[in-house]
């Protein structure tokens, strides 16, 4: 059964953070808190984690379409293409916030995920999915635990949460009782935004 570490978004114990990247550099899977629903998230370097995050989602991995959750846009050259400036205000303009923006990738995608040539980014509003990130150093590749034949309290309630994904996650951190919207994806790749699915944030960017 998962460990369950209780962590608040305005006191992030630094002795949970360490153990949570710890439990991630060695292969862990976590379920997390973001701004919109709890999210299933592994540290992008490990394939092993990469390949348990696909199969609890039942997809491929090299067709999955799984976020990369940064702490902040510093470090978006790392995964990311060359973006133009308007493109960077929008990032800038709308993040961090409840949004999963589809842009270019660059040669430096773990392998499994260059034949999709994009990448979603994720800067959530969440003061605790952003210091895991930054306390593991790179980003997690996260999708949400949300399900639409779900029954909310599911994917809202981590005591529930962790009853149903105890068994197949190494950790839930309990942030809070979680959104029961997902994010709003939008495709930054083309000449325009375009809106790939309404969730949590305004379409309007």
């Given at each position: 059964m ?5 962590l608040y978004e305005?006191n992030?114990?630094e002795?949970h953070?360490q153990k949570i990247?710890k439990v991630?550099?060695e292969?862990g899977?976590?379920?997390y ?6 999210g299933?998230?592994c540290d992008i ?13 039942n ?8 976020s990369f ?7 978006l ?9 308007n493109?960077?205000?929008i990032?800038?303009?709308n ?5 999963t923006?589809?842009l270019?990738?660059?040669n ?5 995920f260059k034949?999709?040539k994009t990448v979603g980014?994720?800067v959530p ?15 997690i590749?996260s999708t ?6 779900d029954?909310v309290?599911?994917?809202?309630d981590p005591?529930?949460?962790a009853?149903?994904w ?7 951190i309990?942030g809070?009782?979680g959104?029961?919207m997902a994010?709003?994806?939008i ?5 325009e935004p ?7 944030g305004?379409?309007e960017i």
């Amino acid at each position: 059964m998962a460990e369950i570490i209780k962590l608040y978004e305005k006191n992030t114990s630094e002795k949970h953070l360490q153990k949570i990247a710890k439990v991630l550099k060695e292969g862990g899977v976590i379920i997390y808190p973001t701004d919109t629903v709890y999210g299933l998230g592994c540290d992008i370097k490990n394939n092993k984690a990469l390949t348990k995050v696909a199969r609890l989602k039942n997809v491929k991995l090299e067709k999955a379409n799984f976020s990369f959750i940064c702490e902040d846009l510093s470090n978006l050259s790392d995964y990311v293409s060359q973006i133009p400036t308007n493109t960077f205000k929008i990032l800038k303009r709308n993040l961090p916030g409840p949004y999963t923006f589809i842009l270019p990738g660059n040669n430096n995608l773990p392998n499994v995920f260059k034949k999709k040539k994009t990448v979603g980014i994720r800067v959530p509003d969440n003061n605790i999915a952003r210091s895991i990130v930054k306390t593991l150093g790179n980003p997690i590749v996260s999708t949400s635990i949300y399900d639409e034949d779900d029954l909310v309290e599911y994917t809202t309630d981590p005591e529930l949460i962790a009853e149903k994904w105890g068994d197949l996650v190494d950790l839930v951190i309990d942030g809070g009782y979680g959104d029961n919207m997902a994010s709003t994806v939008i495709d930054l790749t083309k000449d325009e935004p375009e809106l790939i699915r309404q969730g949590k944030g305004s379409a309007e960017i």
